[in-house]
């Protein structure tokens, strides 16, 4: 069982910055690859970005491409999403979501393709 823990998530300007943080329990942080999805009130959640075991592999969502970087610390079991020139349209909840991969490059970019989630924090950009 793993659980996440999100923080960071707030209030800001269009054209401001965050930076969400997504701890880990557990001593096996680095057999898990990482993901960050957001879900706006009344829509579907969605991807936003993910990262492989090893830090090596990267995705992102065309709509945040970059502006959002996303990065994971291992010896720290904690995953970022640095997001940059927000825009209202970046308002939702964001949730970090972890499965256990076989592979040190594999990443995930659907929903279904994971196992654990967090609990969710606000990022509300305002115009």
């Known amino acids: 069982q793993v659980q996440l823990v999100e923080s960071g998530g707030g209030l800001v300007q269009a054209g401001g910055s965050l930076r969400l943080s997504c701890a880990a329990s557990?001593?096996?942080?680095?057999?898990?690859?990482m993901g960050w999805f957001r879900q706006a009130p009344g829509k579907e959640r969605e991807f936003v970005a993910a990262?492989?075991?090893?830090?090596?592999?990267?995705l992102y969502a065309d709509s945040v491409k970059g502006r959002f970087t996303i990065s994971r610390d291992n010896a720290k079991n904690t995953v970022y999403l640095q997001m940059n020139s927000l825009k209202p349209e970046d308002t939702a909840v964001y949730y970090c979501?972890?499965?256990?991969?076989?592979?040190?490059?594999?990443?995930?970019?659907?929903?279904?393709?994971?196992?654990?989630w967090g609990q969710g924090t606000q990022v509300t950009v305002s115009s």
């Open positions: 557990g001593r096996t942080f680095s057999r898990y690859a």
């Open positions: 979501a972890t499965v256990e991969i076989g592979t040190i490059w594999g990443t995930r970019s659907h929903v279904y393709e994971y196992d654990y």
């Open positions: 990262i492989s075991r090893s830090g090596g592999n990267i």
